[in-house]
């Protein structure tokens, strides 16, 4: 008995590290290198179509963005800027509403820090209740209700 | 004045006329026979849910004769429809626009209280049912009022038209449109019956769990339903679109998505309050909040609200959804606090690592995800009341918060579906738990093999891998001990919609993290490659009919059948929709558009080619979760009556037996 738990304990230690490890080489490993298509859909996947109600330009088939998506792939083919410069040389040229991702400051910064807040607050209600739930323990019973049960159960052999 | 708008008009607003009469009395009878128990009235109550459901498909059927017929002296006709139009997209055209979907609301919602007054038929003796059945009389009427008034579907339109435009050409592009807005609406709408119920167990006091068994098959029924109308649509969106996306977090998707968060949570935490009697306002404000939610998302989405705020005055549906949201919200709270002392539930959860401890961490989970999704939703809405500025929260925003609850909510589920109720020990959960994590390092390491990166997408295949190895793990032991009969019932078709979502999970992030993507400038007699696939233009037609002129380039893939990209101009929209066509695969899809300008020469086309990873598997898990939706619907083993620790319920013993 001692020795399969020990085995089991062995076993899952394998499991985890055998985990971790292929989570530690796989997300750091090399994916190779990005193409200009690559960096294209990545850079217009952030920006917002100028026109539409909340279509990112690489989504949208419309002319304001593909405006923009022409823009960000002669920027790319140029090879002078970097991806954040051309987001930001973009918003220079199109506006803040161009933008896709809420900013992280001002009023903007509330829809970042409303869920964390609430999961939060969630988490803590539950483990809040969790703790009350163990101090009133439902499952006590009386000595007098366990010796009605085994009475029972005497009577029913 | 009534005639102004000919026969079809004429007739369509008796229909709906009548309809809100139905409803009213219907709702009077089944209410006042419910307070005084009387009898008589009582049995007046299936007439007028018959009465309503007859004026609805009426007011339908109306809408679809003109359509059919063309009758452009409706406002609506002459605003999605045309002559032009083939006549499955005419049919469906109906549905089009705001105020035939409002139309086809009335009909789905009389629809199911004709059905839910049929299914308790020989319960009507019972004060509960007439209840229940007097709040889906009065949300009908409410959405009765709705089409006569503010979403008038008969309304005259002006003199004089001839033909009209027909509905968007991207809802004539594709016949899933004949499908996605019926099945979605028969899961959105469904979501009335649990609420009607929960709204008369309220009143009555009886808040025992017979109301819930009762309803929970409708409640499964409208959640399939939901499921499947999402799925749908995404599938639409990749056929249609032409980005090559499913899912874009538009404000519409969100609104159909809000109500299934919820119910999905509700389908969960409801095993707690069937098992162990507790959760009992959790679950209640869960099935208000879902019902609440697919008319705070009508409203958002239809009322122009979301576009912007100062459309809000231009639409005149938006203040009616709203109030009655506002209605619902102030009932039900008022009605939950009024009884709240019957609603407080004995017992206690003893310890987390449990099978009710991992259904509360499920819904704290849902709950967040929610929160998430309406936050990204009506925040520019915010914004732009308190500062006047616009903003935009897309898919970045909604990615970066939603993965990583994804992810957890996947490692829920690996766990969650082998621990028992109450508590589980180390060694129980070691031995359980075994084979399932191999399975999960298996995949990992599968997919580490096969050059996977990003910590996001390995942790959910790996993730996905062992929560698969739980979810085959009690199939498999069912249908051990039971033969195929363990596959039926709440947990094993449970286990099988839970295969469903991980393999849509996976396909997600496969889809999602590793499309890539080439614009090739094709040349006749030329061949291109990309990503190990050769591309030879075959030719660049066009296609002429009287409403559209479509450009396709015929390019052939890896020298075998010829695929057809296209660009279609609708003449009398003006518009120009992309038609993208695709090779499907078991590992990836190969997705072709044809870029614009739309005149291309004839041995020349430039097309975009995207490669997307395990995209067929989103549709293969949907088709998962329906069937074990379905499954999950059938009686399971047989178990013994649930416990009922403050009232006594004998209608839900009742209607065990009528199941």
Redesign the interface.
């Known amino acids: 008995m001692k020795t399969t738990s020990v085995q089991n304990k062995w076993s899952w230690l394998l499991v985890v590290l055998s985990a971790v490890a292929l989570l530690a080489f796989g997300s750091t490993r090399d994916s190779g290198p990005r193409t200009q298509a690559d960096r294209i859909d990545a850079i217009t996947k952030v920006l917002a179509c100028p026109t539409c109600s909340g279509e990112s330009v690489y989504v949208s088939r419309a002319s304001g963005a593909e405006a923009i998506r022409a823009e960000v792939a002669r920027q790319i083919a140029a090879g002078q800027r970097s991806d954040d410069d051309i987001i930001a040389y973009i918003e220079a040229r199109f506006g803040s509403r161009v933008l896709l991702v809420p900013r992280s400051t001002g009023l903007d910064a509330l829809i970042w820090v409303l869920p964390v807040f609430v999961l939060v607050c969630a988490v803590g209600t539950l483990g809040f209740a969790f703790r009350r739930w163990k101090v009133v323990g439902s499952d006590s019973i009386s000595e007098e209700d366990a010796q009605l049960v085994e009475r029972a159960l005497r009577e029913d052999r | 004045m009534f005639f102004a708008s000919g026969i079809n008009g004429a007739l369509g607003r008796a229909f709906l006329l009548v309809g809100i009469i139905g409803s009213l009395f219907g709702a009077i009878a089944a209410i006042t026979s419910a307070r005084q128990r009387d009898q008589a009235v009582a049995k007046l109550v299936p007439r007028f849910a018959i009465l309503v459901f007859a004026a609805s498909l009426g007011a339908f059927a109306v809408m679809e004769r003109a359509m059919i017929t063309r009758d452009f002296s409706l406002e609506y006709v002459q605003k999605v429809g045309s002559y032009s139009t083939p006549a499955a997209y005419n049919f469906a055209a109906v549905w089009s626009a705001l105020e035939g979907s409002i139309l086809m609301w009335v009909l789905i919602l009389a629809g199911y209280t004709l059905g839910v007054t049929y299914w308790l038929r020989k319960k009507m003796d019972d004060v509960l049912s007439r209840y229940a059945l007097g709040v889906m009389f009065i949300v009908s009427m409410f959405f009765f009022l709705l089409s006569f008034g503010p979403a008038n579907p008969f309304a005259a339109g002006p003199e004089g038209v001839l033909d009209g435009p027909g509905p968007n050409p991207l809802l004539q592009n594709h016949l899933l449109v004949m499908f996605h807005p019926p099945l979605l609406y028969l899961g959105y709408v469904g979501m009335t019956v649990p609420f009607a119920f929960a709204i008369a167990a309220l009143i009555t006091g009886r808040l025992g769990e017979g109301w819930l068994l009762a309803t929970r098959r409708w409640t499964l029924f409208a959640w399939g339903f939901l499921t499947i109308g999402i799925i749908l649509g995404s599938w639409w969106s990749y056929e249609v679109?032409?980005?090559s996306?499913v899912w874009?977090?538009?404000?519409v998707e969100n609104a159909s998505f809000l109500p299934w968060i919820t119910a999905t949570a509700y389908i969960h935490s409801v095993l707690v309050q069937e098992r162990r009697g507790m959760l009992r306002v959790w679950n209640l404000s869960l099935l208000v909040a879902t019902f609440s939610l697919t008319i705070l998302g009508t409203f958002l989405t239809r009322s122009g609200v979301?576009?912007s705020v100062h459309a809000f005055s231009q639409s005149a549906i938006g203040p009616w959804l709203l109030a009655f949201f506002a209605v619902i919200i102030i009932v039900s709270v008022g009605l939950i606090g009024w009884r709240g002392d019957r609603l407080h539930s004995?017992?206690?959860?003893?310890s987390?690592l449990s099978r009710e401890?991992a259904f509360?961490?499920n819904n704290?989970l849902f709950?967040?995800f929610a929160?998430?999704v309406l936050?990204?939703t009506v925040?520019?809405l915010?914004?732009e009341a308190?500062?006047s500025r616009?903003?935009?929260?897309?898919?970045?925003?909604f990615d970066q918060?939603t993965i990583p609850i994804g992810i957890t909510m996947l490692t829920i589920m690996a766990i969650a579906p082998v621990l028992p109720w109450r508590k589980a020990s180390q060694?129980l959960l070691?031995?359980r738990l075994?084979w399932p994590?191999?399975s999960?390092?298996l995949a990992?390491?599968g997919?580490?093999w096969v050059?996977?990166?990003?910590?996001a997408p390995?942790?959910t295949f790996?993730l996905g891998g062992f929560a698969a190895g739980s979810a085959l793990r009690q199939v498999v032991l069912a249908t051990r001990r039971q033969g195929l009969r363990g596959l039926v019932g709440r947990a094993n078709g449970g286990m099988i919609v839970h295969l469903g979502v991980i393999i849509i999970s996976v396909a997600l992030a496969a889809s999602n993290s590793f499309?890539?993507?080439?614009?090739l400038n094709l040349e006749a007699g030329k061949v291109a490659s990309f990503s190990g696939h050769t591309f030879e233009l075959v030719d660049v037609v066009e296609e002429k009919t009287d409403r559209a002129t479509a450009v396709k380039a015929l390019v052939k893939i890896d020298g075998g059948k010829a695929y057809a990209p296209a660009i279609t101009k609708y003449v009398l929209q003006g518009m120009n929709v992309?038609t993208p066509s695709v090779k499907t695969g078991l590992a990836y899809d190969v997705y072709l558009t044809l870029e614009?300008p739309v005149r291309q020469d004839e041995n020349k086309a430039r097309i975009k080619v995207f490669i997307k990873p395990l995209l067929l598997w989103l549709w293969i898990g949907g088709g998962l979760m329906a069937l074990g939706t379905v499954l999950a619907a059938f009686p399971g083993r047989r178990r013994r009556n649930p416990t009922s620790p403050t009232s006594e319920d004998d209608f839900a013993a009742d209607l065990l037996v009528m199941l």
């Open positions: 679109l032409g980005w996306g874009a977090w538009d404000p979301v576009n004995p017992g206690s959860i003893d987390p401890g509360l961490a704290v709950a967040v929160f998430v936050l990204g925040f520019p915010v914004v308190l500062q616009t903003i935009v929260v897309g898919e970045p925003f918060l060694e070691s031995k075994f994590a191999w999960g390092v990992l390491a997919s580490v050059g996977a990166t990003g910590l390995l942790l790996g499309t890539h993507s080439q614009e992309g614009p």
